[in-house]
């Protein structure tokens, strides 16, 4: 089985699981600034304080969270940990990040860009420059190992003021502020840029860290999204007229669905459970909600608050391709309380250290599913298996199940696409270097290829033993570990004595290396 050369293979990462440095550069407050750490026995919080001066916390749950008491705020308390405000310090370390992912043959880079960099507060009407300057060196990089940027430009987040002051995507204001900040990325990198993503998940986010919302009930959550819709076709619109060629999509959190038996009532739930979820792609993918919305929403007591001229909206700004993350599948039944991740047990499926099950298959069944439905271009943004690494003495990991893992996603999707024939632009998988997990907020949940040195609580060196990697390599090339010396002196240090690379910033190349066997 062979792929296309121009096929897309790459990783994926979310600014404030990798970035960090979340004050610095002019960079405002976001939403997920406020979430705690946690653990699947402790669920992340966001920290406030109510309208009389009490402080709380209530869970933020990617996928189920609180409501915001009336009247309350987002609060950082000095004895939590934030995982978001240090994450494993890309912003600091883009450059050796990004020459990692290159060298390990990576043709496409899909990151996501901070709107409160860009616009601190989200009402600004000039942006931050400085903000700019670091995703510019981002852009450089990638131009320079020969890889393509695959912009997500709502990961989950946005300033929160606009939540504070407007209740996030609750109000219209948000959409123009959104479609400004578009405008801003298209015209910074325009001609830089391809393949966009107007949003992440949307068919699983809800609540204040995600979308803004104080309340995460479902007539918020459906009003929200609605002018989420508004805004991605806008956005669409705006960027294929600035950028001709442009491609956009929006990202959906997938899982593969089946009946727990045959009995009818278990398949025509397995429907009407598949719809949750259809409901979000159908109605950006097609321009339009589908007939069976008006049910949907009826079933969950919504009212939807529609305006003249929304669905000429939505119709100019359908979108060009349909992108998703795939982890695992679902079981459902007539008795099943499910959410975008959560369903009966699967007796036929091995699980993840957290629970999740394995299912390859499900990955080319629903490329299928998927591809029979809007027959527009896919495209898998993420996949990977979450799991807790050790550190062997020789400073190697033996990750034999995460590479199984990948191994038997990649095999189904070859399959789905040279057998089947379905059309996919390319893979990203989650994460290819280690960062802050968003369920858990955890740092012993990883993902990647790259092990980045750091525990749950931000200690570490963040990035790999250096030493021990480098004796584990001289070692192996035939170097008996006598004949090795260890040195603490740093080259940034003592550059009157050792050529450093970073002390020169990047001015002088003149480092040499002479090795005898």
Known sequence: MQLSNNFLWGGATADFQFEGAYQEDGRGLSTHDFETDGSVQHPRCNTFKTADGQFGELPSSFFAPDSLPDGAEPCLYEDRYYPSHKAVDHYHRYKEDI??????????????????????????????????????????????????????IHHDELPVTLALKYDGWSSR??????????????????????????????????????????????????????????????????????????MFGAMYAMSELYPATCKPEDVFTRLQKRRESYYFIDTMARGYYPSYAADLLARRGVILHTEPGDDAILAAGALDYVSFS????????????????????????????????????????LLNELWDRYQKP?????????????????????????????????????????????????????????????????MKKRYGFIYVDMDDKGNGKYQLDLWKANELILTQAGIRKENLDITDICTCCNSDKLFSHRASHGKRGNLGCFMCL
């Not at 390990?104 to 600004?124: K, L, Q």
């Not at 948000?174 to 068919?203: H, M, Q, S």
């Open 378 to 442: 896919l495209f898998i943004v993420e996949n990977g298996l979450g799991a807790v690494d050790k550190v062997e003495e020789d400073g190697s990991i033996q990750d034999d199940y995460r590479i199984a893992f990948l191994k038997d996603h990649l095999r189904a999707m070859m399959e789905a696409i040279v057998t089947d024939g379905v059309q996919c632009l390319g893979y990203t998988m989650w994460a290819p270097i280690d960062l802050v997990s968003l369920s858990t907020g955890e």
């Open 326 to 365: 795939y982890y695992r599948s679902n079981v459902c039944s007539t008795e099943t309380r499910m959410n975008v991740i959560g369903g009966d047990p699967n007796p036929y499926l091995e699980l993840t250290p957290w629970g999740w099950p394995i299912d390859p298959l499900g990955l080319r069944f």
């Open 173 to 246: 204001h948000t959409i123009d502020c959104y479609v400004r900040y578009c405008k801003a990325l298209f015209e910074r990198y325009g001609k830089r840029c391809k393949y966009w993503l107007t949003f992440n998940e949307i068919n699983a986010v809800r609540g204040f860290a995600a979308c803004g919302t104080h309340k995460c009930d479902n007539q918020t959550h459906y009003n929200a999204v609605h002018n989420m819709f508004l805004a991605s076709a806008r956005a669409v619109k705006l960027g294929h007229e600035m950028m001709p060629g442009s």
């Open 99 to 152: 020459a990692l992912l290159a060298g390990m043959g990576m043709n496409v880079y899909r990151f996501s860009i901070c709107w409160s960099r860009i616009f601190p507060t989200g009402d600004e009407l000039e942006p931050n420059e400085a903000g700019f300057r670091f995703y510019d060196g981002i852009f450089d990089e990638l131009e320079k190992h020969g890889m393509q940027p695959l912009v997500t």
